[in-house]
C-alpha cells in the first residue's frame, strides 16, 4: 500500500486535498503579511469549478488507442479529462494560477502508465514512429513547466507517459550499500522500503511526498540533507532509460574511466532524451540520531560566515539553513503562539531572563537551522563543532525547540502557498549557487532586482532568502517573494522572474541549483551554458532523439545545429 | 622554475633519464623474480640507439609551417626528428617496446606548443579548415594509446598539440576553496603553487611527476589518496576548452541544475572533442599530518573485509591499499635488507619474538597499506577505528616502517619498469572496479583468466593484484602481470591483454577505472557502454567535431552514426 494511496489530489494545488497549512495557532501572520504587502482583498479566489472546466477533445485515434492498449492493457491508457487534466501541469505559480482560472487549452491527449522498461520503451518506439511527442511524467511536481505541453507545439500529438507503476525497489546491496529502483517510486514509498532493510537514500526535497526517483534524476534534484548525503548526482550508479534509439543501460559501478559519464548526461536531461525506468543508487545505514537546533546571529554575514566554517571542517552538517532577516521576521511571525497559560508563563520567564546579545537585540537578526545525523558520537561532535565557532560571530544557541518544528514542518510550505493564492497574493520561489566569494555580491544583487521589479509590477512586496544547501566551495540562495496579484499576475511574475534571473546570471550564479531548466528557464540556458555548450546537448538530443519526440521544447529548445527550427521552440 | 626543468627525459622509457629503481639494497628480488618466471636470459635489451632512429619526415608544408606559426610565434612550432619522437608515444608497455625496437614509422608531422587558451583555439580552428588532426598532449604519461597516431589514419597529416606553456595557477580563491588553473600544468609545479598558498589539490596518480591537470582531466584520473580527496572528476567545478566548434567555457559553481553536467561531458573525452586549456578545481587545506601503516593479515577475504569496514564508517581514510598474496610476495621480496649488523640484530630478535598470529604464519598473507591524512585528531581517530576492526579479521599492525617505505617510493614503480624491459620482461598493468559484492568473483576470474593466458602464450607468469581506491560501495583492482618477453612479445601482450578484457567484462567490472580508453580499449567500448551509449558519444562527437579533427581514432571510433566510416576507425 503506497504512502499516497487512496488519497485525493488536489488538482489546482498542492498534495492532499484534505489538508491545510495550519495557520490557526499563527495570529501574527495575516498581520504581517498585510503589514508587508498592504491590506488584503476581501473575498477568497477560489478555483473554478472542476466541472467548468471544458478540456479540449484528445485527438487519439481509435486505432492508436488500440496499438497503445495492445502495449499497456486497457488500464495503461487514459483519455479521461479528469487524467488529462491533473497531468496537464506541474505545480508552478503559473500552473497554480492557471489551474484556478481553468486554463487548460492544451492537455495531453492520453496519459499512459507502462508497467515495464519494456512497455516504456515499445510506447516510446511507436511514438517515434508516429511522430507524436511523449512528456515523462513522475510526480508532477514540476516548478519550471518540466510537464506541460508547449503552446508552440500543440500542434503534435502529446502522451503523457506517468511512471506511476515503476514503483518497486527490486534490489537493496546491503553489503555494497546500493539499491535498484524503479524510476517512478514515490518518496515515502522509496524511504519505506529502503528503511526496512537498514538504510536510507537521505535524499528529501521538500516535494519529497510527492515526487518520484525518476523525477529526482531528471532535474538534478537537491534534498534538505544534501550537506551530508549529496545532491541526487552524487548518489546515481547507474540507470535504464528507454530512448527514442533505444534502450541506455549504464552499469552500476562506483566509478570509473570510460569516456563521458553517462550517468551524467542523463542526470538532468528532463525527459528530452528518453524515460527513466530504473536508477542504481548508493544508500547509507539510517542514522541512529537526528539533532536539528536553532542558532540565531546578529546579521546574516554572521551568519553566512559561520555556516562556511562549519562546511568547511569538522564533522559534516546533514542541514545548514540560515534565513536572511526578512525570513527570519516571516518565521516569527508563523510561530505558533503558546497554547496554554503554563506555557505563556514558561515563555515569559525565558524572554525576561534570556541572554540580551546581540544575536537578540539587533534588528538584522537571522536565523540557522542546523542539523547533523548519524551516531550518538558524530552528532555530539557536530553540536560540540558549533558550539566552539559561535562565539567569533556572536551567535546563539537556541536550542532543539526551532530545529525540531523546522524538521517537522518541513514539507507542508508548499500548502501555504495555496492559502495565499486563495488571498490573492502572488508567491513563488526561485533559487541559484555561487562560490562562497561570490554569495554576499549575488545575495544583494538578487535581493534588489527582486525588490524593484515588485515595486514597478504592483507596489509593495516581500522578498526573503535563505542559504542552504553548503558546500566546501560555496552554497546555494534560495528566494521566496510575494506580493498582491495584480489583474495580470502572469505578466507580473513574468517581469519579476525576468529581473531575478538577469541578476542571477550578471552575478555569476547557476541559471538553476536543484529547480532544474524546463520551459521556463530554457530561454536562459544558451546564456548560461554558452553556443558551444548548446551545442553539445543538442548533439545528444540529435543521437538519441532526432524527431524530438521526447519532451520537445524543453531544456534545449532548438532541434539541431543546423535545422530549419533554429531559434525557434 | 617548474619540477622537471633542465632534466633529461629518457625517450624510451619513463621518466628522468638519469634515475633508475633502486634495487641495490634488494639481493632477494632477481632471485624472486627467476622464481616466477625462469631464467632470465643473459643479456641485456637495451634500446636501440637514437641515432639510428629514422623518422619519417614530416609532411608540413612551408606555407602551413608559415601559418602556424604566425599563431604561435617560431618558438611554438617543431618539426625537429626528437620532438616528434618524444610526442609519438605514451608510456604503455606497447609503447616502451615499440621505442625500444625504434619502431616509430608515425610521428605526428609536428609538434605545437600554444602560449594560450587563443592560440589553441586559432590553432584548432586552422587545423579544421586544413582537416588535420590534433592531439593533446600533456604529460605523454597515457597507458591506453591515448598521444599516439593511430596506423589506420595517418594518411593524415598530425600535430601533437603539447600544452607545457599553459602552466601557471591563475587564481587561488582561499575562502571558496578553489583554484583556476592552466590545463598543462604538472603536478609538482600545480602542488608547489598551490601549498605556497596553504591548499593542495590532493591529487597523486603515480604519474604525478610528470602527468599534467588536464590530462588527469580528460582521463578521469585518480590518486593514491582518492578515498579522501576524490577522484579527478570530483574535484572539478568549471573548465575552459578549444573545440572545433569554439570555446566551450563551463563556468564553476559548487552544483547545478541546469541540463546533463557539461564538466562530466568533458571530463574522459580524452581530447576527442577539444583540448582542455583551463580547469577550476576545489582544494582544501594542506593536511598537518598524514599516518601510514601497514597492516598484515592472513587471507585477501580478510583484508578485503577490513578495507569495507573501514570506508564505510569512521573517519574517512587516505588511503586503502591491499596487495594480494602474491603481491605481497613480491613487495617483501623488493624489500632492502638491513644493511648494519645492528639492524640485522634488531630484526633478528623482533622476529623471535613477534606475535606468531596468522597474520604472519599464514601462506596467504596479505599486506594493507592504509592511510589517514588530516589533523592530530582526525588521524587519531583514523587509526582508533583501525585498531578497533582489525581483531574481527585477524589483522596485525605491523606499524609506520611499511607506510612510510610505501609513501616514500610511491611514485618510483614505473622506473622499475624500464629495469624489467632491461632484462627481457614483460610487464604491464591493469585495472578494473566493482561493487563490494562482484569484487571477490572479479577478482577470481581476471586472476585466472591472467595466468592462463601468461601460460598459453609463454610459459610461466606471475600475476598480482592490489585493491585501491575504495569506496562505499566497491574498489578498484590494479592488477600487474609478467613474463617471460616471447619472441613477439606485442602478439604476446595483445592476447593477456584480451583474455583479461574479456574477464573484466564478464564479471561486470568497469573497463577501466582510472586509465581510460585511448586506442587500446576503445575496441571494447560498444560492450561497455552499450549501442545507445555509444551513439550517445558519438552525438556529442558529430556536434563538436564533425570533421573528427581532435584525436580521432580513440575512445570513440566511429564517425557518427550514418557516416560512410561507420565500423571503421
Redesign the interface.
Known sequence: MGYNEGMQSKWWGWGDSKKRYPLEQSPNFWPFIEARLGSLPQQQHRPSPREEIALPASRLHADDRTALQMILGREGLSTEPNDRLTHAYGKSYRDLVRLRRGEVPHPPDAVVWPRSHEDAQRVIDLATAKCWAVIPFGGGTSVVGGVEVPAELSDRLFLSMDLAKLNQVLDV?V????AKVEAGIMGPDLEAALQAQGVTLGHYPQSFEFSTLGGWVA????GQQSTKYG?I?DMV?GLKMA?P??????????????????N???????GT?GVLTEVTV?V?PIPPQHDYRGVLFPSFEQGLETV?TLV?GGPTPATLRLSDVDETAALMAMRAEPRSAWKRLVEGLAKRYLVRGPAVTSPERCLLIAGYEGGQAEVMAGWDRVRSVLAENEGLLLGRDPGRSWYRGRFELPYLRDTLLDRGIMVDTLET??????LPELYRLIRSALQNALEREGGRGHVMCHLS?A??????LYFTFMALQTEDTLAQWQAVKLAATDAILAG??????????GLD?APF?PQ??????I??????????DPETCMNPGK??RRIG?DAPEKGTI
Open positions: 546491496d553489503l555494497s550499500r546500493t532535474t538534478r534534484s537537491a545532491k548526482e550508479i530512448s534509439r533505444g534502450t541506455l543501460t549504464v552499469k552500476a559501478l562506483p566509478a570509473r574511466s570510460t569516456g563521458p559519464d553517462l551524467g548526461l542523463i542526470l538532468g536531461s528532463e532524451l548508493r547509507c562556511r568547511q549557487c555561487g562560490s562562497w566569494s561570490q544547501h558546500y566546501p566551495d560555496g552554497a546555494s555569476g550564479g547557476a541559471l538553476s541549483h536543484h529547480h532544474a531548466v528557464h540556458l548560461e551554458l554558452g553556443e558551444t555548450g551545442l553539445a546537448l543538442e548533439g545528444i538530443k540529435q543521437a538519441l531544456l534545449i545545429p
